[in-house]
């Protein structure tokens, strides 16, 4: 491995490398690629801000124009929406569902991937099975009743839970703890008499905090969108923010600013996190795609 | 899709003995047993307890639901396969089978081919790198929901920006939700906004794995760009491009959010004659909109199946590309 970058160090012939240069035909398709991702963004923002007037003019605005103001008071006003009820209930039940995955996550990573049991195997193996389970549609049913049966319907709590069962959470810090602490730690910390739940917190966690960080983030991002389960479960006048926005297109869908300045508004707090750790969910997504 | 699952080599020779011997750093002998023993059990239980309740409980339910006729606080009589016997002889859940495995289709197969596309440019040497990547994957951080309102929006008849346009070129304004057609295009442009940036991101890890020796040692051979993409690129990217294929049969097949959000009512119909009704759908119209809770549950154990299906099907036909040398 040395050997090789030292030799390829001091000879790097213009002709040989230049075939990673990006070409014209490149660049043409990563700035194609770069305006149809983001104009449908850029749109929703641009019409968040204009009249019901300007929206349908042809052809279509392509600059803010100044009315967000009483765009935003007009969604707030909208009662049937419950749309600041939405937000705050998305967040609510995000955030839970985030830390706990992320909990038991570390949990059952850490002891797949550095303690020896009986059945880790088959348990590891259930588990990336169930993984294949489209569990929202296949347990609708049940699921259901079992939320009438426990007077739940209606309530957060019957959203959050079925959300706590994540397979991929499991298998993603099983991964990243197999390759982020060296055996040899949590021996020395075993040798030195710490108890497993010791070496949990103290060797584990910290060394586990980057990929952490990524899998929070992708299950922040996942439960924030979450659609159908909510729809079925809550009452309209108790929803998350994307059943919220299902009833704003239904009751006032020809209302299409107001609409647009709600949906913007449920993607703005994605758009923070995105904005604030945009590069470490790319590095997390890439390492996590060349290890699976 | 090589799985690690393999637990660390067995540096530690098995459950150690520590019971007889004061080695165990001066905790009593009989704990530290214990603890080596339980422990790990007790570490990955809360995971296997949700498990159990919300996964395996409403698996089998859902078995047990559809061979009735199940009512929520009604009546359930056993009625053994019935319920399936009338679904593969229901016509409406054919369409909404049809329309799923169409928009599936019509929203991954260019979906990969314009993500590999994308990965292969975003591997170049270019100024800027990290804000393409983050670029591509923006769509990914919008809401479903948020997604079908714009793209709805964008598709509509009268004021549209898609019909706009298309006037342009002298085309007549096309009613999106109308037609079969039309409204599998526009939620497979939906789909594909939202996850083909994602999927080239992917893809472009696994293709910054692959020795870049290989491509010097064969343009010195003289292999054209475009050959060295089909015969070094696409075979090294196989098992990643089995995943990102996995990944989107088992979204495609359970499509939801787009086409209800398409339609506006959420009465889960999928458009007048159910034209862009999915079986997701179709199982929620089923149990909450006529409340037959053991069809519902029938149709989700056939929705199931076919994911199953799907997923072979897709594997041993991805597992052949670039397999011939």
Redesign the interface.
């Known amino acids: 491995m040395t050997a090789i970058q030292t030799r390829r160090r001091p000879a790097q012939p213009e002709a040989r490398n230049r075939i990673w240069d990006a070409g014209p035909l490149t660049k043409v398709v990563l700035a194609l690629a770069l305006v149809l991702s983001a104009f449908p963004i850029y749109y929703m923002f641009i019409m968040a801000t204009r009249t019901n007037e300007e929206a349908i003019d042809v052809p279509p605005p392509m600059l803010p124009g100044g009315h967000l103001g009483e765009n935003v008071e007009r969604l707030l006003a909208t009662e049937d929406a419950y749309f600041l009820t939405g937000l705050v209930n998305s967040a609510i039940v995000s955030v839970v569902v985030t830390l706990s995955v992320v909990l038991i996550s570390t949990l059952a990573g850490f002891a797949f991937a550095k303690l020896r049991f009986r059945g880790s195997k088959i348990l590891l193996g259930l588990i990336l099975v169930t993984m294949m389970v489209p569990l929202q549609q296949m347990g609708v049913v049940p699921l259901y009743e079992l939320m009438v049966t426990l007077g739940w319907t209606g309530q957060l709590k019957a959203v959050i839970l079925p959300f706590l069962v994540n397979g991929f959470g499991v298998f993603m810090m099983t991964q990243y703890a197999t390759q982020a602490v060296p055996d040899e730690l949590v021996e020395a910390a075993r040798v030195d008499g710490a108890s497993t739940m010791r070496i949990y917190a103290n060797v584990i966690l910290p060394a586990l905090r980057p990929g952490m960080a990524v899998l929070a983030l992708l299950v922040f991002m996942q439960t924030w969108n979450e659609f159908m389960w909510p729809l079925i479960v809550l009452n309209p006048d108790n929803p998350v923010v994307q059943t919220s926005i299902a009833a704003l297109n239904q009751a006032h869908g020809t209302d299409y600013v107001m609409l647009f300045t709600g949906t913007a508004a449920s993607v703005l707090p994605l758009f923070i996190v995105f904005v604030a750790f945009g590069r470490q969910i790319v590095g997390g997504l890439m390492e996590g795609a060349v290890k699976a | 899709?090589t799985?690690?699952?393999e637990?660390?080599?067995?540096?530690?020779p098995?459950?150690r003995r520590p019971s007889g011997h004061r080695g165990?750093?001066?905790?009593g002998g009989g704990l530290?047993r214990f603890?080596?023993?339980a422990?790990?059990?007790f570490?990955?239980s809360?995971?296997?307890l949700?498990?159990a309740?919300?996964?395996v409980?409403?698996?089998g339910?859902?078995l047990w639901?559809s061979l009735h006729d199940w009512e929520?606080?009604g009546d359930k009589t056993f009625i053994g396969i019935d319920n399936y016997v009338s679904l593969i002889t229901d016509e409406a859940f054919w369409n909404a089978v049809i329309n799923t495995l169409g928009m599936f289709v019509m929203s991954t197969v260019p979906q990969l081919v314009l993500a590999l596309?994308?990965a292969n440019?975003?591997?170049?040497?270019?100024r800027g790198r990290?804000f393409?990547?983050?670029?591509?994957?923006?769509?990914?951080?919008?809401?479903?929901?948020?997604?079908a309102?714009?793209?709805t929006?964008?598709y509509g008849r009268?004021?549209g920006?898609i019909n706009?346009f298309l006037g342009l070129f002298g085309v007549d304004a096309i009613n999106w939700q109308n037609e079969k057609w039309s409204s599998w295009i526009a939620i497979s442009t939906m789909i594909d906004?939202r996850w083909t940036?994602?999927n080239a991101?992917?893809l472009?890890?696994?293709m910054?794995?692959i020795p870049?020796d290989l491509?010097?040692a064969a343009?010195i051979d003289g292999a054209t760009?475009r050959r060295q993409f089909w015969q070094i690129t696409i075979p090294m990217l196989r098992p990643?491009i089995i995943?990102t294929v996995f990944i989107s049969t088992?979204g495609g097949?359970?499509l939801?959010?787009e086409p209800?959000?398409f339609d506006?009512?959420?009465t889960m119909a999928g458009g007048a004659t159910g034209q862009y009704q999915t079986v997701?759908m179709f199982?929620?119209k089923e149990?909450?909109r006529d409340f037959d809770?053991g069809y519902?549950?029938a149709a989700?154990?056939l929705?199931?199946a076919l994911?199953l299906i799907g997923?072979l099907i897709n594997y041993s036909f991805t597992r052949r590309i670039g397999g011939s040398k």
């Open positions: 899709m799985l690690h699952v637990t660390p080599a067995p540096a530690r098995g459950p165990s750093g001066g905790r530290a603890d080596l023993r422990t790990p059990y570490l990955v809360p995971y296997f949700l498990f309740v919300f996964g409980f409403p698996l339910y859902t639901v929520l606080a596309i994308l440019a975003l591997n170049k040497r270019i990290l393409f990547r983050l670029g591509v994957l923006l769509p990914l951080i919008t809401s479903v929901v948020a997604v309102v714009v793209f929006q964008l009268d004021y920006m706009w906004w940036g994602y991101i992917i472009l890890a696994a910054q794995t870049k491509y010097e343009a760009a990643t995943f088992i097949l359970t939801f959010t209800v959000m506006g009512n959420p997701a199982i929620v149990a909450f809770f519902a549950a989700a154990w929705l199931f994911i997923t």
